[in-house]
């Protein structure tokens, strides 16, 4: 169970890769007539080099096999057990303990199949497997191939698009007006960018200090600090203050880079972080992983990488030099995982937001690392500060507990997420309060002693931080209730599910209680009717600025009644999965680059729409339009009430001018 955690992880930061343009396969597929009933179906792979390919022999549980299969809705034929393969090749995977079956450069995979149905005289077969260097990715979900049996060309097929997917494809891009405006956005998105990765740099920094204070890393230091002030003796002191300096910012190199991979994820579809961060299962798998992670916290067991990659690590650190002092950090890394991979895991699944993606990963852990790294250069630096360090003792095993307590409360966010997503209606806003209210009171009652293992006397810092915990169950407890004593809302906006999501009542449509549409049709018609100006709000259930802007900005009385009084709010929610579109509107979309996009739910539409006519996929994101389709202000994002104020009165102004 340790060790499938930890795959899970890496596998996630590393192997949930999606098709890429410059696919490293080419496959030439060919048929060869055996008999009147036999065929055999060819596929000729060539392999891009240093990439490798999986057979469909590979073992279970380890990297995904391949595999061939009838296209839906084909029949007349069957498959002759499994397909013969080249030569292939073999090597023990340390990442899941089997030894995978690959190739490497090339493959020729012979598919024999029988004919059932002497009428037929094309057979299409998909191909499906997983190709891998640093990284892996699956071929394109439509990577399918077409067999004349008569004689005729096999070939790729390509996906013939309707008349009906042609015109949908074409309806969802809106006829807007006054684009100019839309030009704007990139100074405003860059500048909201800047502070957010700012904000999740600082979060990450204060992560990598509160994993600097756990039994992993706190005892490192003496150690490690050690180590760089006896080189400083033996050699030149500049030149061992050096090394302590190039040993931390490997440090903080190692963990930036654990975001590289994400990168690749960015630049194939912007569409795909929103994806991933709003995937019911995934965020329930997040769920589960932060349980897991807060019982080792808890002692219950001990979370570590395979033994074997320390001990890699720690051979090569005693190489010496710029390639000794990297492996020396890769070591604390490896060494420190049971302590800062739970907070690395809360990082990376917090960070996977549409808004933000891989930068503001790549913030977080760049802050983590900068943290972690900065204690060991500066002790190198000033030795003499390691006499007023504390001793280790107790107080890391306490601070270890309480992170437990706080990965617990976290996780529950999660599936919040995913419970607003799937439209489970499980976790209401007030289960949700009530639970991380019962967290805080266990928190304060393990501060003061009266569970878990003691430690001889309650210290006073324990005593201090107990407190602290039953002021927020007072702060939390009447959140509830239908009519709290005071607004939690304040500081929980974006964790906790919104106000309308509540077991008191059942008007889940609408923020606020104001009137909205979920629907772009059927806003727009209303605006016409009412002859009032649109603000469209591109929004999502598991989007934490969006329930900040609408808890923190909206809620204010002046913004409330312009929105409430003046504009008609429609509200697209672009994660809504699980919601499908009626049959006769499902449809098939050309992307920019030629790709198909499957258009089956609400929130393929509503995301779409979004990317096609104003290039961007982040939420919240705020346009304001009048019912002629005339962009009316440069669109808005996360902002401050004053902006968003003026902001909405500057639209509203435009929309009278027009109609003089």
Known sequence: M???????LFFVGIVSFSQTDDNPLLVTPSVEKVSDT???LIFEIQIAEDWHLYSQYNPEGASLPMTISPA?????????????????????????????????????????ITITDPSITRVVLNLDAQVCKEYCMPFDEDFSFSFSLNGGPAEEVVTELSEKDKMMSEAIKLDLKNTTALEGTTIEETSEENNSLFNIFILGFVGGLLAFLTPCVFPMVPLTVSYFTKRSEKKQKSKGLGSALLYGFFIILIYALLSVPFHYLDTLDPEILNNISTNVWLNVFFFVVLVFFAGSFFGLYELSLPSSWSNKADKASGIGGVIGIFFMALTLAIVSFSCTGPILGSLLAGSLTSSGGAMQLSAGMTGFGAALALP????????????????????LNTIKVILGFLELAFAFKFLSNADLVGHWNILKREIFI????LLSFLMALYLFGFIGKKYGKVSFVRILLGIASLAAVVYLAPGVMQKPAWDQGKLLSGFAPPQFHSIYTTDNECPLGLNCFKDFDEGMAYAKEVNKPVLLDFTGWACVNCRKMEENIWSQPDVYKVLNEEYVLISLYVDDHQKKLPEEEQFDFIKPNGKIKRIRTYGDKWATLQIANFKTASQPYYVTMSPELEVLNTPEQYTDKDTYYKWLNKSLERFNQTKE
């Open 38 to 40: 036999e065929y055999d």
């Open 2 to 8: 340790k060790k499938l955690f930890t795959l899970i």
């Open 434 to 437: 009530g639970i991380w209210a």
């Open 72 to 112: 839906e809705g084909q029949s007349g034929y069957t498959l002759n057990g499994k397909a013969t393969e080249s030569e292939t090749e073999t090597e023990f995977s340390e990442i899941w303990g089997k030894d995978e079956i690959f190739f490497v450069d090339e493959a020729l995979i012979l598919q024999r």
């Open 376 to 395: 060991f250069a500066l002790f190198a630096l000033f030795p003499g500060w390691l006499n007023s360090l504390p001793k280790s003792g107790s107080w």
